[in-house]
């Protein structure tokens, strides 16, 4: 059973591109997390996803992030006209179910996105 | 409010025990993790410990839980090179949908 996974592993965009980053969760699970580490920092909770919604987005920017995790493939985490302050590695968790009790997140290798 | 804080370094003699300390405000906890991320790596769940719980054992770690002082802590024994990594606490909160709270990590150094 692979575990999580995310590609790319490391990302390079210039100013006002556009960054697409890919989680696939582990296999039964259809709960996703996005956590954000910016440099010298802990993860910061972006957005949790189950398939096709969004349950919470309270960690997310206002404006050019938006996350997706459809019916089918991976959950997209997008980053419309990056800035130099995106640089940061993103990290994706899966879990099989949401609820009271122990719940075990499973973290992927993180995607290092630099910003030049 | 939600904050978990940590002390950001701590060094250690190889064969010596380690503890690394945390502290957190919200008291509506479920429970308490201890993560550790080694280099351009991703994290890894060493333990977890239920907020009504004191006290867990895995073999080399021992984690305490005082919540009156809302205080955590992880005891690794024989620490050993290879246990040289950032570790993080971070917590999960009643009704807030299993997301993780994270602290700013401890970074460990274990010399000879």
């Known amino acids: 059973n692979a575990g999580v996974m995310q590609n790319p592993r490391h990302l390079v965009r210039r100013r006002g591109q556009e960054a697409r980053l890919r989680c696939s969760p582990m296999k039964g699970h259809s709960h996703v997390y996005w956590y954000r580490q910016l440099p010298e920092e802990g993860l910061k909770f972006m957005v949790y996803l189950q398939k096709e919604n969004i349950i919470d987005e309270s960690g997310m920017p206002k404006e050019r992030f938006s996350a997706e995790f459809p019916k089918e493939g991976p959950s997209i985490l997008r980053i419309q006209q990056v800035v130099r302050g995106d640089s940061a590695a993103y990290f994706c968790a899966s879990s099989p179910r949401q609820g009271g009790g122990y719940n075990e997140q499973f973290f992927g290798p993180g995607t290092r996105l630099t910003v030049l | 409010g939600e904050d978990v804080e940590q002390s950001l370094f701590l060094s250690v003699r190889e064969g010596d025990s380690s503890v690394i300390n945390c502290t957190y405000t919200?008291?509506?906890?479920?429970?308490l993790y201890w993560y550790k991320q080694e280099p351009g790596a991703g994290l890894q769940l060493l333990t977890y410990i239920f907020s009504n719980m004191d006290m867990k054992q895995d073999q080399r770690l021992t984690v305490l839980l005082n919540k009156k002082d809302k205080h955590l802590s992880l005891r690794i024994a024989d620490t050993q090179t290879g246990d040289s990594a950032i570790y993080f606490c971070?917590?999960?909160?009643?009704?807030?949908?299993?997301?993780?709270?994270f602290g700013a990590g401890t970074r460990l150094a274990v010399h000879p």
């Open positions: 919200d008291s509506s906890s479920t429970y």
């Open positions: 971070a917590e999960t909160l009643s009704g807030g949908y299993n997301k993780l709270i």
